[in-house]
Antibody
Framework: EVKLLESGGGLVQPGGSMRLSCAAS????????MNWIRQPAGKAPEWLGF??????????EYNPSVKGRFTISRDDTQNMLYLQMNTLRAEDTATYYC??????????WGQGVMVTVSS | DVVLTQTPPTLSATIGQSVSISCRSS???????????LNWFLQRPGQSPQLLIY???NLESGVPNRFSGSGSETDFTLKISGVEAEDLGVYYC?????????FGSGTKLEIK
């Protein structure tokens, strides 16, 4: 069974930083691209970016809305995905999901972790 | 960015009724490889989104066949043939043809 479990969320002050983690299990993590997607309460999801697998050089793609502030990385030895978020703003408040990418779509999502940016 | 416009924003249905949700794209979603990367998700209350349909009309494994998808280029439809109580929630279309990936604003299905 595919499982994705996010952690590391909470309250952070504007201008601060936070690192989210996602533990993957139930599939061959090294084979897949992995995404981060966020969803403000009551709104539609927003794709943040993805990281390709080792075979494709671990390269990344980002939504321009977060490019330069957010960084996606992975540790295939631990089946872990990360999202480093810097210079956080109130509008970054949302539930953050990690999600697996097939060759056509996002298929599995984690249960999400909440991030609140507030003073 | 590609804008996906979903209608209606809310939908109220009785058990057994058939309903349709529209998703219109600001650009053609036909990719240069010949595929069309338009997908549908259901987000039940308090849960993360679940994939229902990928590439316009392909049913994800384990999804009941009362769900079906159709369309091309810029106009797409999700149909539920015989709504069941477990179908309540918010439905989102998502395109993966153009970067960045984008989602529709959602259609909330309520059960009467």
């Amino acid at each position: 069974e595919v499982k994705l479990l996010e952690s590391g969320g909470g309250l952070v002050q504007p201008g601060g930083s936070m690192r989210l983690s996602c533990a993957a299990s139930g599939f061959t993590f090294t084979d897949f691209y992995m995404n981060w997607i966020r969803q403000p309460a009551g709104k539609a999801p927003e794709w943040l970016g993805f990281i390709r697998n080792k075979a494709n050089g671990y390269t990344t793609e980002y939504n321009p809305s977060v490019k330069g502030r957010f960084t996606i990385s992975r540790d295939d030895t631990q089946n872990m995905l990360y999202l480093q978020m810097n210079t956080l703003r109130a509008e970054d408040t949302a539930t953050y999901y990690c999600a697996r990418w097939t060759h056509t779509t996002v298929d599995y999502w984690g249960q999400g972790v909440m991030v609140t940016v507030s003073s | 960015d590609v804008v996906l416009t979903q209608t209606p924003p809310t939908l109220s249905a009785t058990i057994g009724q058939s309903v349709s949700i529209s998703c219109r794209s600001s650009q053609s979603l036909l990719d240069s490889d010949g595929d069309t990367y338009l997908n549908w998700f259901l987000q039940r209350p308090g849960q993360s989104p679940q994939l229902l349909i990928y590439s316009v009309s392909n049913l994800e494994s384990g999804v009941p066949n009362r769900f079906s998808g159709s369309g091309s280029e810029t106009d797409f439809t999700l149909k539920i043939s015989g709504v069941e109580a477990e179908d309540l929630g918010v439905y989102y279309c998502m395109q993966a043809t153009h970067a960045p990936l984008t989602f529709g604003s959602g259609t909330k299905l309520e059960i009467k």
